[in-house]
């Protein structure tokens, strides 16, 4: 995978750094992080079911609604690269646009409202209103997660008591 920043004939020059292809490679590390989120907010949700994570996934999904497709393309590098994708096999889940392309290229740039974009293999991110999204949702996550351990906890010790015949917490007895 190769990466490219913005062209610095461009008319939106990208912020003087030493090396771009750190920026490109933190950028791509920031999507695999949003997909940790994701993952975890799945997992909690499906343990849970609880209503405000539903919620706030589908405040994620109204900024980054393909985050699944362009995480595949930043996480299997290897697999493009030998034309084994899922995208290059129509393989992914919903079915995408295919793409033909083997040697996929990240593009960075910056635009006017002060924002990050990559482009990468027809899928293009805003990434500073992905990362804030991915923050939000991961507060309520972990709010959402809490509440439910703090609840389970309460359950377990009530049922504790009661198995083995002691008073129930706060009946003074």
Same mark, same amino acid.
């Given at each position: 995978?190769?990466?490219?920043?913005?062209?610095?004939?461009?008319?939106?020059?990208?912020?003087?750094?030493?090396?771009?292809?750190?920026?490109?490679t933190e950028r791509l590390t920031l999507v695999v992080a949003i997909d940790q989120v994701l993952a975890?907010?799945?997992?909690?949700?499906?343990?849970?079911?609880? !209503?405000?994570?539903?919620?706030?996934?589908?405040?994620?999904?109204? &900024?980054?609604?393909?985050? %699944?497709?362009? #995480? =595949?393309?930043?996480?299997?590098?290897?697999?493009?690269?030998?034309?084994?994708?899922?995208?290059?096999?129509?393989?992914?889940?919903?079915?995408?646009?295919?793409?033909?392309?083997?040697?996929?290229?990240?593009?960075?740039?910056?635009?006017?409202?002060?924002?990050?974009?990559?482009?990468?293999?027809?899928?293009?991110?805003?990434?500073?209103?992905?990362?804030?999204? !991915?923050?939000?949702?991961?507060?309520?996550?972990?709010?959402?997660? &809490?509440?439910?351990?703090? %609840?389970?906890? #309460? =359950?377990?010790?009530?049922?504790?008591?009661?198995?083995?015949?002691?008073?129930?917490?706060?009946?003074g007895k």
């Amino acid at each position: 995978m190769r990466f490219t920043s913005w062209p610095e004939s461009a008319s939106r020059r990208a912020p003087p750094t030493k090396n771009r292809g750190s920026v490109c490679t933190e950028r791509l590390t920031l999507v695999v992080a949003i997909d940790q989120v994701l993952a975890f907010a799945r997992r909690v949700r499906k343990l849970t079911g609880d !209503a405000e994570l539903a919620n706030a996934r589908a405040r994620f999904d109204a &900024v980054w609604p393909e985050a %699944q497709r362009l #995480r =595949d393309l930043v996480t299997h590098p290897d697999a493009y690269a030998v034309g084994e994708g899922w995208r290059q096999i129509a393989k992914q889940s919903p079915p995408t646009q295919p793409i033909s392309d083997r040697y996929l290229s990240a593009l960075i740039y910056w635009g006017d409202g002060g924002g990050t974009n990559m482009s990468l293999g027809g899928e293009h991110l805003d990434l500073r209103a992905a990362a804030q999204a !991915a923050k939000d949702l991961a507060r309520v996550v972990e709010r959402v997660r &809490v509440k439910h351990l703090v %609840q389970a906890e #309460r =359950d377990a010790n009530a049922a504790m008591r009661q198995r083995f015949g002691l008073p129930s917490e706060g009946s003074g007895k």
